[in-house]
């Protein structure tokens, strides 16, 4: 038995197996009536004229660092607030987007998190509740267990942040 290895790209749709010839050959034919049975997306190279524009990206970039310095405090691994969010929702976010952005630290632990917030003046909280939430809300993703947890934003968590963080910033003198 030789094992078989096909790797193609049909449009924006990956097909990639290793196997027995006959093994890669039935899957690579399911894959073909799968992608046969989607419809036909066309790339839209010109907005239509009755519909606006977002004029502000969700990508990290759009918030120039300036703005976000307003916001955030960093001293080496503690990221803290400079303002009070509406929520400890909010404020759990806040740190999480700090983290990512001032120490490209996608997925802090949960001591990381807590020292942010108590350096940011919350005391005693149970962000563990907080981040299950979250995540249960699909804005955060938690990997590892017990007390190796991480917390990384997911990009719905990513876009509801850009959200506060702009509302925040319009609030500031």
Same mark, same amino acid.
């Given at each position: 038995?030789?094992?078989?290895?096909?790797?193609?790209?049909?449009?924006?749709?990956?097909?990639?197996?290793?196997?027995?010839?006959?093994?890669?050959?039935?899957?690579?034919?399911?894959?073909?009536?799968?992608?046969?049975?989607?419809?036909?997306?066309?790339?839209?190279?010109?907005?239509?004229?009755?519909?606006?524009?977002?004029?502000?990206?969700?990508?990290?970039?759009?918030?120039?660092?300036?703005?976000?310095?307003?916001?955030?405090?960093?001293?080496?691994?503690?990221?803290?607030?400079?303002?009070?969010?509406?929520?400890?929702?909010?404020?759990?976010?806040?740190?999480?987007?700090?983290?990512?952005?001032?120490?490209?630290?996608? *997925?802090?632990?949960?001591?990381? +998190?807590?020292?942010?917030?108590?350096?940011?003046? %919350? /005391?005693?909280?149970?962000? !563990?509740? &907080?981040?299950?939430?979250?995540? *249960?809300?699909?804005?955060?993703? +938690?990997?590892?267990?017990?007390?190796?947890?991480? %917390? /990384?934003?997911?990009?719905? !968590?990513? &876009?509801?942040?850009?959200?506060?963080?702009?509302?925040?910033?319009?609030?500031?003198?």
């Amino acid at each position: 038995m030789s094992d078989y290895r096909l790797k193609i790209k049909i449009g924006d749709h990956e097909f990639e197996a290793e196997g027995a010839v006959e093994a890669v050959q039935t899957q690579f034919e399911m894959f073909k009536d799968l992608i046969a049975g989607l419809p036909n997306r066309k790339p839209e190279t010109t907005a239509p004229e009755d519909q606006e524009i977002n004029p502000q990206p969700t990508t990290p970039q759009s918030i120039s660092k300036s703005n976000l310095d307003r916001i955030f405090r960093s001293e080496r691994r503690i990221i803290s607030l400079t303002i009070s969010p509406s929520s400890d929702v909010d404020a759990v976010l806040l740190i999480l987007y700090g983290q990512r952005h001032y120490r490209n630290n996608e *997925s802090p632990t949960g001591s990381e +998190i807590l020292d942010g917030l108590e350096q940011s003046g %919350y /005391r005693e909280m149970r962000i !563990g509740r &907080i981040l299950a939430s979250l995540s *249960s809300e699909g804005a955060v993703i +938690i990997t590892g267990r017990h007390r190796g947890k991480r %917390y /990384r934003l997911t990009n719905q !968590g990513l &876009i509801r942040t850009e959200g506060i963080v702009r509302d925040a910033l319009a609030k500031l003198p």
